[in-house]
Each structure stands twice: as structure tokens, then as C-alpha cells.
């Protein structure tokens, strides 16, 4: 009996301690959508944006937030730089350089233009068909992003 009570207690350490946000490629979104239609949380970044890191960081490492995530919502961490061509959607999407060694992927363009803009980090929501619901260009601690995901539920 004390050591079910205690793989118990271990296992109940380990599953919230330890809690990861589980994270899909654009192309695994459309037979996700067959199995469970969701909404689709996008995490538009770049390496060397210092608000960007913050959100990795902070925001995404709360266990609240992840919980939600993970629950409800599809999410998708990518990164606006990606080098590969990218399925989604029906289209393809590919690296546009900018500069000699700065670009950015025409899908990060798609999703994150706010205003005639690209500013980051980007929260991009899509909803089950794929149409962009909800923009979002600002950094947000986990209490911000709580409110955020709250009122996407409806």
C-alpha cells in the first residue's frame, strides 16, 4: 500500500512538474483538424527578438497556459525566419530573403501583417477553416495571455 501511495505521489509530481507544451507543425494542422476540430494559437517569433525569448520563457513555461493549450487549442511555435517551404492550407509557402543574410517565410508574412506590418512576437488565431480570427503584436505575460485564451473559448 506505500509504495502505490508513493508512486502516486510521484507520478502526480512528475505529470504537473513537468508539464510540456506540445507543439504541431503547420502541415500536422489539417488531419488534427479531422480528428478534433480546434482553434489554432499561432506563436509568430525570431530568434533575436528579446520579447520573443520572454514569451518562450515565461509565458509558455506557465502551467496554466500550457494546460489550456494543450486542452484546447492547437498551438504552432514558429519561428518567422524559417529557411524550409511550408504546406499549409493548400499553399505553399517559401523563404523570401530580405538582405544579405535576413529574410523572413511568406506564411510568418500572411499571418502576422498587422496594419501593413510585421512586428514581433505575433499571436496569430486561426480558427477550424484556417481564417485568421484574432491578431495579437504585443508582448503578454501569462496573466495577459490567460484573459486572451479565456475570451477565445467562446
Known amino acids: 500500500m506505500k509504495k502505490l501511495i508513493l508512486f502516486l505521489f510521484f507520478l502526480s509530481i512528475t505529470s504537473t512538474g513537468f508539464a510540456q507544451l506540445s507543439s504541431y507543425s503547420f502541415e500536422q494542422i489539417d488531419s488534427l483538424q479531422q480528428i478534433q476540430k480546434r482553434k489554432v494559437i499561432v506563436f509568430i517569433h525570431t530568434d533575436w527578438c528579446k520579447y520573443c525569448q520572454a514569451m518562450k520563457n515565461s509565458t509558455f513555461k506557465n502551467k496554466t497556459i500550457i494546460a489550456q493549450l494543450n486542452a484546447e487549442f492547437y498551438f504552432v511555435d514558429f519561428n518567422a ?18 538582405g544579405n543574410s535576413s529574410g523572413v517565410n511568406e506564411l510568418a508574412i500572411q499571418l502576422g501583417t498587422v496594419k501593413n506590418q510585421i ?5 496569430c488565431v486561426l480558427n477550424p477553416e484556417n481564417e485568421i480570427i484574432f491578431q495579437d503584436t504585443s508582448y503578454r505575460n501569462a496573466k495577459d495571455f490567460e484573459l486572451i485564451l479565456a475570451k477565445l473559448k467562446d
Open 81 to 98: 525566419e524559417e529557411k524550409r517551404t511550408i504546406r499549409f492550407n493548400n499553399q505553399t509557402f517559401n523563404y523570401k530573403p530580405n
Open 119 to 123: 512586428t514581433y512576437p505575433i499571436i
